[in-house]
């Protein structure tokens, strides 16, 4: 049989970076392993539905390059599914549900719970003074299936609850944690079929896992106590067990949950911001999993090809932001210009840096800029930080050492051999300007920091910065030239 993963998310409005995780995951193995990824859509649960959900979460995973083969697709603004196991979404499939319920019924692996709310808020309450952990309480467990029947067709409301067996151990082997024991006496008798006549999650991921043929369920290890339901339904239901693969938590850089709360955690800020896709991918990868080697920048191709569940880690992954920012600074550096440039564009429009209708006149010179910063950037929003240096063309000096430089006695001499040099300059790129300073400096005697770090000022403001020739021939000739005039006129 060939291998079928899938992931299943109930459509939030967001995509949580542990989502993501898991696709990923999903992505990889069924990629390595010659086979399909599916994606489901689990809204049975009517109460937490979300607008435009499922495009946003498509659109999430189409950025981060994690598409599945199977499932529902956005093609020009419209939803269409594609796989021979559809619909891929279970509030499309509800008629699905009923036969299997109505099986366990019959076979008695199931039973009608007639209980009213109140009955159930007093065994929880009572439950809470014993200091058990609320469950029910197996009321309606013994009773006869043939009166059950009868309420039912008198219009009683009713629930269909799963049978769990009182004291059984179940063992099964996680291809994370390996062999995991669970006793059913610690899962209650879970609800499978709704007053609504909705599935709950439980009844509804074991039917369709089954009839899409899934081989290999993979997840976040809070859906472990889910599991003995799952095992002990598809027993009842006389269908081949799923293997499993829970993944570990991930984690705040505190050892703690990561939380909608406290912490970022929706893919869609991380692309907000400005995070290449393929970095927050070859990150999230390693929040779990460890590849074999040392090297930790790798493609989705080179993970794929390296990953196993054998190496995904029992205990909880660390999303630490300042390592996301290592990697992805080291994937700018290498992204190609123009992609940047234009992922570079809206930050800058947005600030009011650049002005919307001037975006192709500023594409080149952006670019320009981009290429030089690059190796700074953590994330392409920061670009706004770099930009402003280069409009205008007065110099303020606001930092006191900068100002000591500035002042020191050498400097009018400075500008006056520089200005001089580059107003009669014919090139002014990089290179160029680079010759004129070793002219200076063998006329003048002037070198070192009292060269290099005055003329930045001059030029800047500032002590520090980018390459200082290829800043200067981006600012250009007119506007380096005035920058220093007027320094030497206001300060020196
Ligand atoms: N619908 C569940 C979720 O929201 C799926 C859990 C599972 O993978 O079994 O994550």
């Known amino acids: ?160 609850r799963l049978k769990m067996p009182e004291d059984r151990e179940l063992v099964f082997e996680d291809m994370v944690r390996g062999t995991v024991k669970m006793n059913t006496a610690d899962s209650d008798d879970q609800v499978l079929l709704k007053a609504d006549g909705f599935p709950t999650y439980h009844m509804a991921v074991v039917v369709d896992d089954h009839l899409m043929g899934i081989t290999h369920m993979i997840r976040g290890e809070e859906w472990l106590p889910s599991t003995p339901k799952q095992i002990i339904l598809y027993e009842a239901l006389g269908w081949p067990q799923p293997k499993y693969a829970h993944l570990p938590n991930i984690l705040n850089t505190e050892k703690k949950k990561l939380s909608k709360r406290h912490d970022s955690v929706a893919v869609e800020d991380f692309k907000k911001k400005g995070y290449l896709p393929e970095a927050l991918i070859n990150f999230l990868a390693l929040v779990g999993w460890s590849p074999e080697g040392e090297e930790e920048i790798m493609t989705l191709e080179e993970m794929t090809k390296q990953f196993s569940f054998e190496r995904v880690s029992k205990s909880g992954g660390v999303f630490d932001v300042q390592k996301l920012n290592w990697m992805n600074n080291q994937y700018i550096k290498n992204a190609d210009d123009d992609r940047l440039t234009d992922l570079a564009m809206p930050y800058l429009v947005e600030s009011g840096i650049i002005n919307e209708d001037g975006l192709e006149g500023h594409f080149d010179w952006v670019k320009k800029i981009v290429s030089l910063v690059k190796e700074k950037l953590e994330y392409m929003a920061q670009i706004t930080d770099y930009v402003p240096l280069f409009i205008g063309d007065v110099v303020e000096i606001t930092d006191d050492s900068a100002m000591e430089m500035i002042k020191l006695d050498h400097v009018p001499t400075l500008i006056d051999a520089l200005v001089g040099k580059f107003e009669s300059a014919e090139a002014f790129d990089a290179p160029s300007v680079k010759k004129l300073f070793k002219e200076v400096q063998k006329e003048t005697g002037i070198k070192g920091k009292n060269l290099f770090m005055c003329t930045r000022i001059a030029v800047t403001g500032q002590e520090h910065g980018s390459d200082l020739m290829e800043t200067i021939a981006i600012l250009g000739k007119d506007n380096v030239v005035k920058r220093m005039t007027s320094v030497k006129e206001n300060y020196c």
């Open 1 to 160: 049989m060939s291998n079928r993963v899938r992931f299943a998310p109930s459509p939030t409005g967001y995509v949580h970076v542990g989502s993501l995780r898991t696709a990923l995951y999903d992505y990889m193995f069924a990629r390595k392993h010659d086979g399909k990824y599916v994606l489901r859509i689990e809204d049975t649960d009517r109460t937490r539905l979300v607008d435009d959900a499922i495009e946003n979460l498509i659109n999430a995973f189409e950025w981060a390059g994690i598409m599945h083969d199977e499932g529902p697709f956005f093609e020009e603004g419209k939803m269409v599914q594609r796989g021979d196991y559809g619909s891929y979404i279970q509030s499309e499939r509800l008629d699905t549900y009923r036969p299997y319920v109505d099986q366990l019924l019959e076979s008695g692996h199931a039973y009608y719970c007639f209980c009213s709310k109140e009955r159930l808020d007093e065994v929880r309450a009572k439950n809470k003074e014993k200091g058990i952990i609320s469950g029910y309480d197996g009321h309606c467990r013994d009773g006869s299936l043939e009166e059950a029947k009868k309420r039912v067709a008198a219009g009683e409301s009713y629930v269909v």
